[in-house]
């Protein structure tokens, strides 16, 4: 399969524990973005990455969350502190050079903070 | 600043019949707009797009939509709905303001497809 991933699908955490999600993209992706759905919404942009370099922070990512890519490849977005208001499906999406304005998602993780 | 706005939440129909999907789009220039469908459990697969090419714009599994600048619309239509189509139907604008390609996703609608 040559989309993009996400790991873990489902994750269940406690309010105050951290968490780290990854995302593959599809291999000759440069531009990576992360974004949050929650229930009964569409998603709305957190961040983005072109190569390794993080151009683009929403005002939505708090202090606690960061997110990396590296070496350009996989990226990982850690939110610290869990909250319960951090519960949604956080969606990764990478587009190419030639075909930046199609972004192709991943399945999601989606996130259960108790 | 740009958004979209889908006007119906869930839209109903029986199988073989036409769909209408709606959305009407704000942007301060020239936009480019998308559809993107959500199945349960599967990620968000683009339907089609608008990049200011051809108005009317053909897509996968027999969808297509029009771009019409003077009523800010971009609806989503398909001649006769199938069961597979049941999902969340998304309507995305963009623009390169910074050099990237931030997506502003409308609330959704979610197409019922009943035999």
């Known amino acids: 399969d040559t989309g993009v991933s996400q790991d873990p699908r489902h994750k269940i955490t406690k309010r105050g524990q951290n968490v780290t999600f990854r995302c593959d993209p599809i291999?000759?992706?440069?531009?990576l973005y992360w974004y949050r759905q929650t229930l009964g919404q569409g998603p709305e942009f957190l961040t983005y990455?072109?190569?390794?370099?993080?151009?683009?922070k929403s005002r939505l990512l708090s202090d606690r969350f960061s997110a990396e890519r590296p070496k350009g490849s996989f990226s990982t977005l850690e939110i610290q502190r869990t909250e319960q208001g951090d519960s949604a499906m956080y969606l990764c999406?990478?587009?190419?050079?030639?075909?930046?304005?199609?972004?192709?998602f991943g399945p999601g993780t989606r996130l259960t903070v108790t | 600043a740009q958004s979209v706005t889908q006007l119906d939440s869930h839209v109903s129909v029986s199988e073989g019949t036409p769909v209408l999907l709606r959305c009407n789009y704000s942007?301060?220039?020239?936009?480019?707009l998308f559809w993107y469908v959500q199945h349960p459990n599967k990620g968000l697969q683009l339907l089609l797009k608008?990049?200011?090419?051809?108005?009317l714009v053909k897509g996968i599994n027999g969808f297509e939509a029009e771009f019409k600048k003077s009523e800010t619309s971009f609806h989503l239509t398909k001649p006769s709905a199938h069961m597979s189509d049941a999902a969340e139907y998304f309507c995305?604008?963009?623009?390169?303001?910074?050099?990237?390609?931030?997506?502003?996703f409308g609330t959704g609608t979610r197409l019922l497809v009943s035999p």
């Open positions: 995305v604008v963009s623009g390169m303001n910074t050099g990237f390609q931030k997506l502003v």
């Open positions: 291999s000759e992706h440069n531009r």
């Open positions: 990455f072109q190569n390794e370099a993080q151009l683009e």
């Open positions: 999406a990478s587009s190419g050079k030639a075909t930046f304005y199609e972004q192709y």
């Open positions: 608008y990049t200011s090419a051809a108005t």
């Open positions: 942007s301060s220039y020239s936009p480019s």
